[in-house]
């Protein structure tokens, strides 16, 4: 059974910063890719930054320059530092990862989401 629990969401005002992170847990044999994507209230669920599984990092336009993505492979984790944060930011963001178990092939896992609010 794989885990990914996020954490670091919150309320800040236009202009703030908010780092998020995200661990991965259990029966891990391979992380491959692994990132952040976010939904806003009613749009679709979009890419917001990730690696690939060969250690790129891609960002979505909108946050290029302001958000940065990092990732520690031993620790498993995954963070996406915020910084200049506009109320458009504001969704619900879902870590996201690809992983082999000892037990199970190559598959998409997400995290339960982390709220984040930008307002005055």
């Known amino acids: 059974q794989v885990q990914l629990v996020e954490s670091g969401g919150g309320l800040v005002e236009p202009g703030g910063s908010l780092r998020l992170s995200c661990a991965a847990s259990g029966s891990i044999l391979s992380i491959y890719g692994m990132g952040w994507y976010r939904r806003a209230p009613g749009k679709q669920r979009e890419l917001v930054a990730a690696f690939t599984s060969s250690g790129i990092a891609n960002y979505a336009d909108s946050v290029k320059g302001r958000f940065t993505i990092s990732r520690d492979n031993a620790k498993n984790t995954v963070n996406l530092q915020m910084n200049t944060l506009k109320p458009e930011d504001t969704a619900v963001y879902y870590c996201?990862?690809?992983?082999?178990?000892?037990?199970?092939?190559?598959?998409?896992?997400w995290g339960q989401g982390t709220q984040v609010t930008v307002a005055s």
């Open positions: 996201n990862a690809a992983i082999r178990t000892y037990s199970l092939p190559r598959r998409e896992y």
